[in-house]
């Protein structure tokens, strides 16, 4: 019985913690939420949204107006280290967007690895922020269109922009190393 006493006990000590614990971290996301506006949010964490964020970094933005929306678990957990907030889950979903707290971003940065994606996240993100500026990258040059269409104010199309870099760093390697 003793032995029986003391998992009981422990048992209840580790359900309470986890309940503690995940009551501080909502109340704390939701305090967050209610409090942050005119940040940016930038939607998918890989090599374009790494280098998106830098370059709002390196621009002056501060890491506190910066809002990560990572679809894996390592990738939210990178931009958490690297002192951004981040959150995960699947940008397609609505929830997950009023989460980031899109409704009062002042600028979206739509960096998905996929273009039809993209095109779903545009619409969802034009319908929550209105008032936003949202830039998509597009693998395609055909996508684009369809971006601009579901209200992306600018699209970046990944492979004309890698083509015109590189032409730009052999006419210029100064040029095209500071792009």
């Known amino acids: 019985t003793p032995l029986r006493f003391v998992f009981l006990i422990v048992l209840v000590g580790t359900t309470i913690e986890f309940l ?5 971290y909502e109340w704390r996301a939701r305090k967050w939420r209610d409090k942050v506006t005119d940040h940016t949010v930038v939607i998918g964490y890989g090599v374009k949204g790494r280098s998106a964020v830098k370059a709002l970094l390196d621009s002056g933005t501060s890491q506190n107006s910066i809002v990560v929306i ?74 684009a269109q369809f971006l601009r269409d579901s209200g992306a104010d600018g699209v970046i199309v990944t492979a004309e922009a890698v083509g015109r870099m590189l032409s730009m760093s052999l006419v210029s390697p100064t040029a095209g190393a500071l792009m």
Do not use: C, F, H, W
């Not at 503690?20 to 501080?24: A, E, I, K, L, S």
């Open 20 to 24: 503690t614990r995940r009551t501080r």
């Open 70 to 143: 990572a679809y894996d678990e390592d990738s939210a957990r990178e931009a958490s280290e690297s002192g951004l907030t981040a959150v995960e889950g699947d940008a397609r979903r609505e929830v997950v967007l009023l989460q980031a707290g899109i409704s009062r971003a002042k600028r979206v940065v739509i960096a998905t690895d996929q273009d039809a994606t993209s095109v779903l996240v545009t619409m969802l993100a034009r319908r929550l922020a209105p008032t936003a500026s949202i830039v998509s990258a597009a693998r395609e040059t055909a996508n």
